[in-house]
């Protein structure tokens, strides 16, 4: 009877590791970026002619991203599509932020580490560092999204000494400037805020967002919401969760270094990034 008991649960735990080996889903997000809080500044525009860019660019802002996970890894990146037709009026600026549309993240979980596969301007790069620590706070609300049950948690980011200094410098190098530019708000403590669901039990969300019990399905990172429209689990086709591995490797601490570099490029005499409107 013993033999017979110990036999049982040897094939009890062997089908739970299968089953977490072989689990895995995919979510899909859409992200908009709200504009509000941008100050565009212009002598030779009206304000209807500054609303129309701020809603140019606000619909430049609006993508979609694919997760591919498994319990301890996943792939994240933007879901191809067609270019806008040309010769259609558009905003023409540059916009220098974190990834691009070939970005491509993978996260691994267990091993608290990430590979992110990164284009500044055609030259890429294979950004490879550990995971950044999240200090979730979770909170008491709760409401559906779709059939999921979901719980809210934050993270509260505090303005620096050299956040105030950077934006000081940045502000005395435009206020003699003539030409449009765009100006941040005033500076205030980021709030990042997750909605997390126990029924999909992976410790991942969009970007680089990981550390809750549960997978995340609406993020707000500043002015961007992230929100989850579609999932799909235990899907029998091969997701291929794998790390990326073309580009030059750095640190995320390099990789920022070289943006900073490439930015100060862009920009005039008076530290500006000058907008050119198509009409």
């Not at 200090?135 to 999921?148: A, C, T």
Request: with cysteine; aromatic share 8%; proline share 3%.
């Amino acid at each position: 009877m013993t033999r017979l008991i110990i036999s049982l649960l040897v094939i009890f735990f062997t089908i739970l590791k299968s089953n977490a080996q072989n689990f895995q889903g995919k979510a899909i997000y859409s992200s908009k970026t709200q504009m509000g809080d941008l100050d565009i500044k212009s002598d030779g525009m009206s304000p209807e002619m500054l609303d129309q860019i701020k809603e140019k660019m606000a619909k430049a802002f609006e993508k979609t991203y694919v997760l591919n996970f498994n319990r301890f890894e996943s792939v994240y990146q933007e879901e191809e599509k067609l270019n806008a037709p040309s010769g259609s009026s558009s905003v023409n600026f540059v916009t220098v932020f974190s990834g691009s549309n070939r970005s491509k993240t993978y996260k691994n979980l267990k091993e608290k580490k990430y590979v992110s596969e990164e284009d500044i301007f055609g030259k890429e790069f294979l950004v490879m560092d550990s995971l950044p620590k999240m200090n979730w706070i979770m909170e008491g609300e709760q409401k559906k999204i779709g059939n999921y049950t979901c719980y809210k948690a934050k993270i509260i980011i505090p303005v620096t000494d050299e956040d105030r200094k950077d934006r000081e410098e940045l502000l005395k190098k435009q206020k003699s400037n003539k030409t449009a530019f765009i100006v941040s708000g005033d500076l205030k403590e980021q709030v990042i805020e997750a909605w997390y669901t126990l029924d999909i039990p992976v410790s991942n969300g969009p970007s680089k967002y990981w550390g809750l019990p549960g997978l995340i399905l609406e993020l707000h990172e500043n002015e961007t919401t992230y929100l989850c429209s579609k999932i799909v689990l235990n899907i029998e086709e091969d997701l291929k969760i794998k790390a990326p591995k073309s580009g030059k490797k750095v640190t995320q601490k390099e990789f920022d270094e070289i943006k900073e570099e490439r930015l100060k490029k862009m920009m005039n005499d008076d530290g500006v990034i000058e907008i050119s409107i198509d009409h």
